[in-house]
């Protein structure tokens, strides 16, 4: 399994303490906002508003948030976001590519920076790591009566999959970047539950991590999941399943 769909592990099982703190509800918050401000408020014709509105949903957040923050994009009254990508290194050389939403660019750089000196890592340049990774469709499906392994494959595969894996407790498919929505469209149309859908970064080879960075590689993605203007972690890194249990439990 990549590192991707390992820190993908983790962060779900992480979510709902994050939701306790508001985190989450930030960064959908703001995510939802800046979609409406660069493509509408039109869900249906706005294929970026209508992923950030699944994945709230997805985090039970309340209509009411969802509907004011498209308003505000919408009407421009968060003109000030900046959409930036910031690439660096962890532990070993592992590659680490941030995506952020922020008011303060200078601010938000130097906290990164930070967040990267005190967890064994620096911040990097431009395309310094980007050239390593590949930008895919990835959607997750839980399992259940209508999302039996046998089904959830024939529709993926109908839909255009290049790949579907089965999970702990659901499946992850793969599909191009353009193939996403019509891929979830299509499951949720055949009453498959999407639990998530999204454009991700799945690095092509990974750095096997052990020991001591193994440990500062979980602290550093956690800290920069934490921080607010943070929409997105994506990282090349491997650890062993039994290691990294006990690192994130």
């Not at 004011?68 to 930036?84: F, M, Q, T, V």
């Not at 959607?139 to 209508?146: F, I, R, S, W, Y």
């Not at 407790?169 to 998530?196: H, N």
């Not at 921080?227 to 890194?237: E, G, K, L, T, Y």
Request: hydrophobic fraction near 40%; include cysteine; glycine fraction near 8%.
């Amino acid at each position: 399994m990549s590192g991707h769909s390992k820190w993908s592990t983790i962060k779900h099982k992480k979510a709902a303490k994050d939701a306790k703190r508001g985190k989450i509800f930030t960064k959908l918050i703001r995510e939802i906002t800046v979609a409406a401000k660069s493509g509408g408020a039109d869900a249906s014709a706005n294929p970026r508003l209508r992923t950030a509105i699944a994945a709230a949903k997805a985090q039970s957040m309340p209509n009411e948030n969802i509907e004011r923050a498209i308003k505000k994009g919408a009407g421009g009254l968060e003109s000030d976001y900046l959409e930036a990508t910031y690439e660096g290194y962890g532990p070993a050389g592992m590659a680490v590519i941030l995506e952020v939403l922020t008011d303060n660019k200078n601010r938000t750089v130097a906290d990164l920076r930070s967040i990267f000196s005190r967890n064994g890592g620096n911040l990097g340049e431009t395309n310094c790591v980007k050239w390593m990774f590949d930008r895919i469709g990835q959607v997750l499906v839980a399992a259940g009566k209508n999302a039996t392994e046998e089904r959830v494959f024939e529709l993926a595969l109908d839909a255009g999959a290049s790949d579907i894996v089965a999970e702990d407790d659901g499946f992850r498919i793969t599909t191009t970047v353009d193939s996403l929505e019509a891929m979830r469209a299509r499951l949720e149309a055949e009453g498959v539950s999407v639990a998530e859908a999204e454009i991700a970064l799945v690095p092509q080879n990974t750095v096997r991590l052990t020991g001591a960075d193994a440990a500062k590689a979980i602290k550093l993605m956690e800290a920069l999941e934490d921080h607010d203007d943070v929409q997105r972690v994506s990282a090349n890194f491997d650890i062993d399943d039994d290691e990294l249990s006990r690192l994130s439990a």
